[in-house]
């Protein structure tokens, strides 16, 4: 009866996490004066994503894995994240977590919460044989200068343009790429970015808000497609 097609685009940190994992990871195991500068410099634009995450890894010290991992095992995700889950498979809505931070601690934390079949694209972390931390950016692209994994082509590559996309996500990293969504959830920093560009969004605190207001959406007779969201997709064909 509802044949709409829905794809969820989700943030990880500080969206699916309850604090941003890869900010706590960098301000406990770095130099913290030199981090603060860093993230400063990302938010002003004066520096791109990638190049923060470089420099961030540069500020931390050799780092005892045993400790960093204790670290992340005690990262906590919002308590609705599963239910949304389930939801999600239930309704067959294909669901994908879009990361600015690092497969590292990402995988760890889905492997210890059970939800480690879910799709992730992020950045890549290793700890090196003389336990430095190592970046890599698969998914680099010069167009997308404040998420060093590009968040808009995963978008693109995973969606039709008859799918209802959805995104939803909290922080500096999704402001370029929700504008190429049909709904954006947001809170924080994306919350008053949307205000700020008279972007269409929800407001959610977790993802019970979410799932409510998606349930709104599927069961929707007529649902249409945001026309803006469709001319940025149009521009990346055209430019690309
Ligand atoms: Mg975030």
């Known amino acids: 009866m509802f044949n709409k097609v829905f794809k969820i685009f989700a943030d990880f ?5 309850t ?3 890869g900010e706590s990871i960098f301000r406990r195991f770095g130099k913290k004066d030199l981090i603060d500068v860093i993230i400063s410099d990302l938010l002003n634009d004066k520096i791109s994503a990638k190049e923060s995450w470089e420099m961030m ?4 010290d050799p780092v005892d894995k045993k400790t960093l991992d204790d670290f992340i095992n005690n990262m906590e995700i919002d308590p609705t994240f599963r239910l949304f889950v389930d939801y999600c498979s239930a309704n067959g809505m294909e669901l994908f977590v879009l990361s600015d931070g690092f497969d590292y601690y990402i995988n760890k934390i889905f492997e210890k919460e059970n939800l480690s079949h879910i ?15 190592v970046p890599s950016f698969p998914y680099l692209d010069a167009n997308c200068l ?3 994994n590009c968040k808009r082509n995963h978008i693109i590559s995973n969606s039709s343009e008859q799918d209802f996309t959805v995104f939803i996500g909290d ?4 402001k370029y790429t929700c504008q190429f969504c049909d709904f954006i959830f947001a809170k924080d920093d994306l919350l008053k970015f949307c205000e700020a560009e008279r972007i269409t969004y929800f407001p959610f605190k977790n993802f019970n808000d979410v799932k409510l207001k998606l ?5 929707k007779k007529r649902l249409k497609k945001r026309h803006q969201a469709n001319m940025k997709r149009r521009e990346v064909y055209i430019c690309e």
């Open 146 to 148: 404040s998420s060093a």
């Open 57 to 60: 890894c540069r500020a931390v």
């Open 119 to 133: 799709k992730v694209y992020s950045n890549r972390l290793s700890v090196s044989s003389s336990s430095r931390l």
């Open 171 to 174: 922080g500096n990293s999704d």
């Open 215 to 219: 349930e709104q959406l599927r069961v």
């Open 19 to 21: 604090q941003d994992v």
């Open 13 to 17: 940190d500080g969206t699916i996490t």
